[in-house]
């Protein structure tokens, strides 16, 4: 079946740290890929997206690229802010249209930016 | 901001009582979704709704059932809550014209004692 597994946290860093957060991927056909991120208290904001192979998403300074040969979507961002401390969550998104549509979910990764 | 609303934001309620929560969103889009979230599952699919009237399981299903007369309100019952619901609920659309894509709402933190 479909699922998704993203590295446990929580991740601590410090501020200007360079981030990466590990998400793969199972998946029958062509998935959209997604990241999500979820701030204290508040609900999940999409965070950047990529629809097909060699696709690269990008938001506020965020980057994951979707790559099909190793089933990966790896978030990173160059300098992290204290302001990005969050969860976050990788997803896929294999049906929609139709009679279908759902999203596979990680179980989150909690990021921790230290001053 | 895809104008989506969840009432009430908080509720404590005791075992065995119904609870309904509800999702309203002022941009008519046809998808509309229902999720919980859960330490170490992150979010999981309850219900999902294609259009007025058409509704559809998700993989956790039990002990939940949906209403959609309008289609700006999508409605989550719980006949008869117990604790093993106490979690937080999430509302969620998709547009026509990127389907694959969910917008959240803010959530609807329920207790059940």
């Known amino acids: 079946g479909n699922s998704v597994t993203q590295m446990e946290g929580p991740v601590t860093l410090s501020e200007e740290a360079f981030l990466t957060i590990n998400c793969t991927y199972t998946?029958?056909?062509?998935?959209?890929l997604f990241w999500y991120v979820q701030y204290p208290g508040e609900g999940l904001q999409l965070l950047l997206k990529a629809t097909k192979a060699d696709d690269k998403g990008s938001n506020k300074g965020f980057e994951a690229t979707y790559r099909k040969e190793t089933t990966s979507f790896h978030l990173e961002k160059g300098s992290v802010q204290v302001s990005d401390s969050a969860v976050y969550f990788c997803a896929l998104s294999t049906n929609y249209g139709g009679s279908q549509g759902n999203l596979i979910f990680g179980k989150g990764t909690k990021l921790s930016v230290k001053p | 901001d895809a104008g989506i609303t969840q009432s009430p934001r908080h509720k404590v309620t005791e075992t065995g009582t119904p609870v309904t929560l509800r999702c309203h969103q002022t941009e008519n889009h046809r998808y509309m979704y229902w999720y919980r979230q859960d330490p170490g599952h992150g979010l999981r699919l309850i219900h999902y709704?294609?259009?007025?009237?058409?509704?559809d399981k998700g993989e956790v299903s039990d002990g939940y059932s949906v209403s959609r007369s309008k289609t700006e309100d999508f409605l989550l019952t719980l006949e008869s809550a117990t604790s093993s619901q106490t979690s937080v609920y999430f509302c969620a659309i998709s547009r026509t014209s990127e389907q694959e894509t969910q917008y959240f709402g803010p959530g609807t933190r329920l207790l059940v004692l």
């Open positions: 709704s294609y259009g007025v009237k058409d509704t």
């Open positions: 998946a029958t056909g062509y998935p959209s």
